[in-house]
Nanobody, 128 residues
Framework: QVQLVESGGGLVQAGGSLRLSCGPS????????MGWFRQAPGKERDFVAA????????YYADSVKGRFTISRDNAKNTVNLQMNTLKPEDTAVYYC?????????????????????WGQGTQVTVSS
């Protein structure tokens, strides 16, 4: 496992934007995919978006399609989550995760059990 570090969270008004970034703390690492999950107060942690390192294929939860964009920087070994048109219901702690599992199909990288390294999380608060 590798320690991941998220950055970029904060407080924003509804309709605003934030950009989250995630990378390894210390040594470089290899994985098949990176993902973002979020957990709102009193709720379970949910899938947000994922990206395969090699092909760049992306996957999104229905609730964020068209508003969020996940991207990768292979040279820096980092993944970003651009969040636009934010809504109060996007308020949550956002977690970055990496997976060393090679999956076939889209569903695999949308479940947290596939991911084996996690960051500590970064708070995103959207005010109405």
């Amino acid at each position: 496992q590798v320690q991941l570090v998220e950055s970029g969270g904060g407080l924003v008004q509804a309709g605003g934007s934030l950009r989250l970034s995630c990378g390894p703390s210390g040594r470089t690492f290899s994985s098949y995919a990176m993902g973002w999950f979020r957990q709102a107060p009193g709720k379970e942690r949910d899938f947000v978006a994922a990206i395969r390192w090699s092909a760049g294929s992306t996957y999104y939860a229905d609730s964020v399609k068209g508003r969020f964009t996940i991207s990768r920087d292979n040279a820096k070994n980092t993944v970003n989550l651009q969040m636009n048109t934010l809504k109060p219901e996007d308020t949550a702690v956002y977690y970055c995760a990496s997976s060393t599992q090679r999956c076939i199909g889209s569903r695999c990288y949308q479940t947290e059990e596939t991911f084996d390294s996690w960051g500590q999380g970064t708070q995103v608060t959207v005010s109405s």
